[in-house]
């Protein structure tokens, strides 16, 4: 399975972005997909995921309210619609994918990984 992350850049605070995680290869072996962020000298955390089938969505408390995970099944295509952002989601952005678990908030859990795309929120 391949997974290439899209749609990070430059952004105000209070602005919008969508970012996109194209699936490809063996997608069945797909069981949950999750985003994870990783801002300078801080170590990677949980943001939000879904299950690759059926509308289960997970986030982390701080992005709760402000992003939405959903995927397009017919694309193979998970996004992570980000809203109300602030400076302190400025981050590298992950999409990641896991054989066993759906919903999973350590990054151990994630057997497939996309190249991160790069979101900055100014102030």
């Known amino acids: 399975v391949q997974l290439q992350a899209s749609g990070g850049g430059l952004v105000q605070t209070g602005g919008s972005l969508r970012l996109s995680c194209a699936a490809s290869g063996r997608t069945s072996s797909i069981k949950g997909m999750g985003w994870f962020r990783q801002a300078p000298g801080k170590e990677r955390e949980f943001v939000a995921g879904?299950?690759?089938?059926?509308?289960?969505?997970y986030y982390e408390d701080s992005v709760k309210g402000r992003f939405t995970a959903a995927r397009d099944n017919a694309k193979n295509t998970v996004y992570l619609q980000m809203n109300s952002l602030k400076p302190e989601d400025t981050a590298v952005y992950y999409c990641?994918?896991?054989?066993?678990?759906?919903?999973?908030?350590?990054?151990?859990?994630?057997?497939?990984w996309g190249r991160g795309t790069l979101v900055t929120v100014s102030s």
């Open positions: 990641a994918g896991s054989r066993v678990h759906t919903g999973a908030r350590y990054s151990g859990a994630y057997y497939y």
């Open positions: 879904n299950s690759w089938s059926g509308n289960l969505t």
